[in-house]
């Protein structure tokens, strides 16, 4: 088991590199097993829900080589079997991908049921409604899901509710259907839109992306022999981004889209956060004399506030001035680290989709469970600002998605040290 031993109280100041999006690349990586030839995907970034991916690809016959840190050129032509069985396949929810993708190769797919982090039921009913009106017959029985259709051709489906997962799985099994495809409602993520540029890329035609109806034309082949870099992870810059105001300090996240990040740059800047907006920097501090104010949060697919902050945003209303609140719209049970942080000193009472969260929190150390990625990520934000020493076990759910999280934390001025106990 690792943790992660934090001694906090001290501003966080300086510059930190953002690597690519977690996913983003999941969904680009799991779109390569769909292509007729090699491809070369950069920008990704070193965390753990990758390299299980990648290794996933291995187990199933694909030619993985990691040219260098971040760069990995992929053929997907040499995967030798539609069954991806393996138990690595239960440890990432990104792992569902491949349903599509093999799918659209090979006209037929057996998966075992995807992982992922446990913030209530995690379905897959919008993934099976496209797959089905695409002519796919699909069935789960034994934990293992079954999709096969003669002949992938073109359709429409709506989806009934917002869904990254199921836009991005329908894409990928409709990009060599036979004829047109129409997603409608689908989601406008920045990771949506990075999936079709690089199908597209490949030789596909998708159109749409980014907006709620995505067109897909299929192709009989899709050459790639290309190479695609990813976007920059929004959920890794708007943690760095909200550590500046939370710990009094002054954070400049470099290598970023500021559009992708608008969601949490207005709320900063309702709350009295000076956030400042370059190129491909956004520089986030507290002016001399200001105080931060809190503010009410819900979260929505994108461009609304994302639910993958909602964690980091809450730990940022314990300290606000005033009364905050943060509603959560897309998971039922996303607030299992507020009992963490009332250890901490926080003051917050949850109903439902509800947080109401009592400013002016003194927070203090304590130790601590990372039960899910941004929730554990939360924690060590929490620590980062409480005074005295916080303890955060099973940190490698953090280290899932947050590329050298130790690194860039020290480099910013944290007291942070990751330890490996029995
Ligand atoms: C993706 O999960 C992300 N994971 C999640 O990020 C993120 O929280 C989520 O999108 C929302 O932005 C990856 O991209 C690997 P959804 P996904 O399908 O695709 C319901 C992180 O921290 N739904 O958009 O699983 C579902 O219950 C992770 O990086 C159905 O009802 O999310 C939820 O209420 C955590 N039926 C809503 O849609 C379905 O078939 C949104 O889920 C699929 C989803």
């Not at 990704?44 to 299980?52: A, E, G, H, R």
């Not at 469970?369 to 939360?378: F, N, Q, S, V």
Request: net charge negative; glycine share 10%; hydrophobic share 40%.
């Amino acid at each position: 088991m690792r943790s992660y031993i934090i001694k906090g109280g001290n501003p966080l100041t300086g510059h930190v590199k953002i690597g690519g999006s977690k996913n983003a690349s999941l969904a680009v990586l799991s779109a390569a097993m769909a292509l007729d030839g090699p491809c070369i995907i950069d920008n990704l970034p070193d965390i753990t829900d990758l390299s299980v991916l990648l290794q996933i690809f291995s187990d199933i016959g694909a030619t993985v080589e990691y040219l260098e840190p971040g760069k990995v050129r992929l053929d997907a032509t040499t995967i030798n079997t539609h069954e991806v069985l393996h138990d690595r396949v239960t440890q990432i929810r990104g792992s569902y991908y491949l349903m599509g993708a093999l799918l659209g190769r090979f006209g037929k797919v057996a998966l075992r049921m995807p992982g992922g982090c446990d913030f209530g039921v995690r379905p897959i009913d919008l993934h099976l409604k496209g797959f089905e009106a695409l002519g796919a017959k699909t069935e789960m029985s034994y934990g293992i899901v079954s999709c096969e259709a003669e002949e992938l051709t073109g359709g429409g489906v709506f989806l009934d509710t917002v869904s990254v997962g199921a836009t991005v799985n329908i894409m990928l099994a409709a990009v060599k259907a036979k004829g047109k495809t129409v997603i409608d409602n689908a989601a406008r993520e920045p990771h949506i839109v990075d999936v079709a540029n690089f199908l597209n890329a490949m030789g596909a035609d998708i159109r749409g992306a980014g907006t709620d109806v995505i067109r897909i034309n299929g192709r009989p082949t899709l050459p790639a022999n290309k190479e695609y870099t990813v976007i920059p992870d929004q959920i890794e810059a708007g943690t760095y981004m909200i550590l500046a105001p939370l710990t009094g300090g002054d954070i400049t996240v470099e290598g970023v889209i500021p559009k992708h990040m608008e969601p949490l740059s207005a709320k900063l800047v309702e709350m009295g956060v000076e956030v400042e907006e370059g190129d491909d920097t956004i520089r986030c501090y507290m002016k001399e004399g200001s105080s931060l104010q809190a503010a009410s949060f819900k979260t929505m697919p994108y461009p609304g506030f994302p639910t993958d902050l909602q964690p980091q945003a809450t730990v940022l209303l314990c300290v606000a001035e005033g009364t905050g609140r943060m509603i959560e719209n897309v998971w039922e049970n996303r607030f299992q680290y507020v009992d963490a942080l009332r250890l901490m000193g926080a003051n917050i009472i949850t109903s439902g989709r509800l947080a109401v969260v009592q400013g002016n929190s003194h927070l203090t150390g304590s130790q601590v469970t990372a039960r899910d990625l941004r929730a554990g990520a939360a924690l060590v934000m929490a620590g980062l600002a409480a005074r005295g020493t916080t303890k955060v076990l099973d940190i490698e759910r953090v280290e899932r998605g947050y590329e050298y999280f130790v690194e860039k934390l020290t480099r910013l001025g944290a007291r942070i040290e990751r330890f490996e106990s029995e």
